[in-house]
C-alpha cells in the first residue's frame, strides 16, 4: 500500500518502522510503501 504524506513526517516514519519504505513508483519524499506482510505497526497507526 502506497500512501502520500508530509515530507517530514514520511523521512521520520522510514527511520522508525522498517514496514515503511520509500514509496514504490512514486516520488520517495511524499509517499511512503507500507509493506502490510511484515506485519507489526501498531493498530492506531494503522488507523491513522
Request: proline content about 4%; charged content about 35%; some cysteine.
Amino acid at each position: 500500500m502506497t500512501l502520500k504524506c508530509d515530507p517530514m513526517l514520511a523521512e521520520e516514519y522510514k527511520e522508525r518502522y522498517k514496514q515503511i519504505v520509500p514509496g514504490y513508483d512514486s516520488n520517495k519524499s511524499r509517499w511512503n510503501s507500507i509493506l502490510l506482510e511484515e506485519g507489526g505497526l501498531e493498530t492506531e497507526f494503522a488507523q491513522e
